[in-house]
Every structure is written in C-alpha cells, then in structure tokens.
C-alpha cells in the first residue's frame, strides 16, 4: 500500500479477521467501521475533483460497494496477510482465480460490482483505511495518497 506505519500495530489489526467463537479477541471491526467513513469521505472527495458532481453519489456507492473492495484487496496482495480467517482461505482463492482470469478481460463495465462479495476481503481494505487514517493523526491526505495508489486504479478503468 505503499505507506509506512509508525504504529505496525495498527496494520496487524486491519488484517485480522473476527473469530465468532473468539468475539472478544482483538480484531478489525472498529478500524472497519472508521475505514468506511473516511473512505467514503476520500471516494467523494476523489469524484467530485475529477468533475463528477451530479453522479458522485452513485460513483462512490460502485467505488465502496464490496465486490470493488474486494478487487481492490485481491489487486493490492491484502488478501495474502488477512489472519484468522481460516474458513474462508479455499473462497478467498476461489476468488483470486477468478479474479486473475476476469479482471484483464474485462471491458469498461466492472464484472466486480454484480453477484455476492467475500464481506472479509472489503471488510480488510476498510480496516486498512481505519488504520492509515489513526495511524496518520487523522489526516485524510494520507488516506487519501493510499486510496489512489489501491483503489483508484482499479475503479478508474472500470468506473470513471
């Protein structure tokens, strides 16, 4: 993702998936749930400088939706780190597959935003958003240089 951590603890807990029999061990709900803010935030903002202002809503609601997250997690190698989540590794790789097969072929419509997602894989990039924006002292710019090194070029050739 090409940022650095000050706190790596931060991005050890991005990348570690709920255990339902665990719910009290430490994991990424709460960065989760930040991450989604704050993208949405830096999605927005990314729309409307690009000169989208009467479809930023839609654009960003394709750019947030998780089979987006879930390309933008499998192109950037986050699904390579994700711990405990054990059960979902043969989908995760199922995934992969597919994605390594459809994603060159694919023209200008976005095969990623039809049928089911793996709710980790976007919940990961969410979380990693979470952790850059802590991470930073709150600043959007730095969750903003990684959502254009991640997730910008994958949404720019199927969206803009």
Known sequence: IDYKFKDRKLLELALTAPVKSQPSSPNYNRLEYLGDAVMEVVAIQVWMN?????????????????????????????????????????????????????????????????????????DVVESVYGAVFLDSGLRLSAVEGVFKRIHWPIVERRLA
């Open 50 to 122: 690009k000169g989208v202002i009467a479809g930023a809503a839609k654009k960003t609601e394709d750019t947030a939706c998780n089979r987006a997250l879930q390309a933008v997690c499998i192109a950037a190698g986050l699904h390579n780190h994700i711990k405990k989540c054990e059960g979902k590794k043969p989908r995760i790789k199922a995934i992969k597959a597919a994605y390594d097969v459809l994603e060159p072929k694919s023209p200008n419509k976005a095969y990623w935003l039809q049928g089911a997602a793996c709710k980790t894989l976007g």
